[in-house]
């Protein structure tokens, strides 16, 4: 199959995930709800338009993450002596992109995500989804919250990345093109950490250190100002 062809297949996918939620949804009483980390949005199912919004959207926003993983991960590995297999294959998906700035890379994600929920934002207005901001500020403050949660899904692959860099440290598992990407990518990341008497005898707990903080840092301290701000009846949401 050529490449074209799979270009055909994502929209016709997209389209029939939507197909499948507008005829399923409502026999079993289920509304499609998106998590964008500061705000979840429903959708109607028992509407095709509504159903395909959500299956667009869905589809976006998993493209998106997987992205940002990459974009971060070439930004880690940025100063990296030697580029491994896997380090060369996120540079490719990446293209011109990976020889970009390090903090640059970083910032492509919050700027992209912000502007595609301003694009969408009429749309979403006209389904009932979402309010109308009642100003431009507003506007503004809502692109940025939703750009910035999108690093809240590193949650889920940097920490991996760590334990699995802290089960290799005593493991032998092999010389393997990734082992070594995660070796790379874990001394990076654990970096500013240096500093710290983390090593006793055999023992190095700097990655179960950096585990710990990005959990902190990426999971549980945006819950604990997200329930602060609840407890306190203040709006989480702009306008």
Not at 58 to 75: E, P
Request: net charge positive; glycine share 6%.
């Amino acid at each position: 199959m050529t490449g074209w062809l799979y270009l055909l297949a994502l929209p016709l996918l997209v389209c029939f995930r939507a197909w499948l939620y507008w005829q399923i949804g409502p026999a079993v009483n289920w509304m499609p709800k998106l998590d964008l980390g500061v705000i979840v949005l429903p959708f109607r199912s028992d509407l095709f338009r509504p159903a395909l919004a959500y299956s667009v959207l869905g589809f976006v926003r998993l493209i998106l993450i997987f992205y940002t993983w990459l974009l971060v991960l070439s930004a880690i590995n940025r100063r990296a002596a030697t580029i491994d297999p896997v380090l060369r294959l996120i540079r490719l998906q990446l293209g011109r992109l990976a020889d970009w700035p390090g903090w640059v890379q970083f910032l492509i994600p919050l700027v992209l995500v912000a502007g595609l929920w301003a694009a969408f934002q009429p749309l979403l207005i006209q389904f009932g989804i979402t309010n109308r901001a009642h100003s431009n500020l507003h506007l503004f403050e809502r692109c940025l919250l939703i750009g910035g949660s999108v690093y809240f899904s590193l949650k889920y692959l940097l920490p991996v990345i760590l334990l699995c860099h802290l089960v290799a440290s005593y493991v032998y598992l092999g010389r393997n093109p990734f082992w070594d990407f995660i070796t790379a990518t874990s001394q990076h990341l654990l970096a500013p950490l240096r500093w710290l008497p983390l090593r006793s005898s055999k023992l190095d707990f700097a990655p179960l250190l950096g585990i710990v903080l990005l959990l902190v840092l990426l999971h549980t301290l945006p819950y604990l100002v997200l329930r602060d701000l609840l407890a306190r009846n203040l709006p989480v949401w702009p306008g």
